[in-house]
């Protein structure tokens, strides 16, 4: 699966100047799409993203390791994602279907700016950890534990379905002082290879 949104010149100019990162996730193996392993879909991708200076690398801030969804039972140790060589977000591997990822070149949770969490709805070994993260309700918490055992606590503000050729780049990963975080997973139905068509976004504020 190859899904390559347009960016607009105002969006890549914009990104130049204020470190927006434009690099939208997401892929999703399938149960009946074997062949969809998880990191091979690519995204809208800039030929050299840059990295949020509110990574994992400053000490002042130890990378996430757990998340969890009490309303949704969702608990699940958190993974490093990166970049693939092509460009495109990595996303945690089809057998590690149940764990979800941190985008490490996003900021950290808790930290100003938006940090990314990346799950897979289903691979081809099932249901995987965000499967039902449609059903996540606006007030819902979300909780990022770091390596220090620190608990951040979020808010869900929304949640928005969006096709994958319209992914909201600057929307879900442009600059702001806000700290943020974002739930992304595959959503919808599924085209004539067997892959989710749309991405589910989940919003949320630190609480």
Not at 78 to 90: A, I, P, T, W
Not at 137 to 159: L, Q
């Amino acid at each position: 699966m190859s899904l390559t949104p347009h960016v607009s010149s105002r969006i890549a100019v914009f990104a130049a100047v204020a470190g927006l990162l434009l690099v939208p996730l997401t892929g999703c193996g399938t149960a009946d799409a074997p062949e969809a392993s998880a990191g091979t879909p690519s995204h809208t991708r800039s030929s050299s993203p840059p990295q949020s200076s509110h990574s994992q690398e400053s000490p002042k801030a130890p990378a996430p390791t757990q998340v969890t969804v009490p309303s949704l039972g969702i608990d699940s140790t958190l993974m490093r994602l990166g970049l693939n060589e092509d460009g495109s977000v990595e996303v945690p591997p089809a057998e590690k279907g149940m764990t979800a990822g941190w985008y490490a070149g996003g900021a950290v949770p808790g930290e100003p700016g938006p940090a990314v969490l990346i799950g897979h709805n289903d691979t081809r070994f099932g249901k995987a950890v965000f499967h039902d993260l449609h059903k996540i309700a606006e007030g819902a918490e979300i909780t990022v534990v770091d390596g220090a055992g620190t608990a951040k606590h979020f808010t869900v503000t929304g949640k928005e379905t969006v096709a994958k050729g319209s992914f909201p780049t600057e929307k879900v990963y442009g600059a702001t002082g806000d700290r943020a975080l974002r739930l992304i997973t595959c959503d919808g139905e599924f085209d004539t290879d067997g892959h989710p068509v749309d991405n589910l976004i989940v919003y949320a504020k630190l609480s």
